[in-house]
């Protein structure tokens, strides 16, 4: 697939927004839930923007991982999406 990561443009926004031609369907962000000075792990999340997903929320140590987690969740999506009933891909 051919994603496209856009840089969000807002005051006080951090992270970038994942396009798939057009359609916005995930984005990551600085984790602002974490404890200032806080030692645990997880400094940046993601968030997916597909219907029927039960775990739209992931985290990550870096941007780096974030992303991929984010790009592997839509491909399984899209993968599931386009399956046509009673077909054994």
């Known amino acids: ?4 990561w856009r840089a969000k443009r807002f005051q006080y926004q951090s992270g970038e927004y994942l396009y798939l031609n057009r359609i916005c369907v995930g984005e990551y962000s600085w984790n602002s839930c974490r404890s200032q000075g806080s030692e645990e792990a997880n400094h940046y999340k993601g968030n997916i ?7 739209k929320r992931v985290f990550a140590d870096t941007v780096e ?19 046509i009933e009673g077909d054994k891909r």
């Open 65 to 83: 991982e974030v992303k991929v987690k984010v790009e592997k969740i839509v491909n399984s999506w899209l993968i599931e999406a386009t399956k």
């Open 49 to 55: 923007f597909l219907p029927s997903i039960k775990n």
């Open 1 to 4: 697939m051919n994603y496209i």
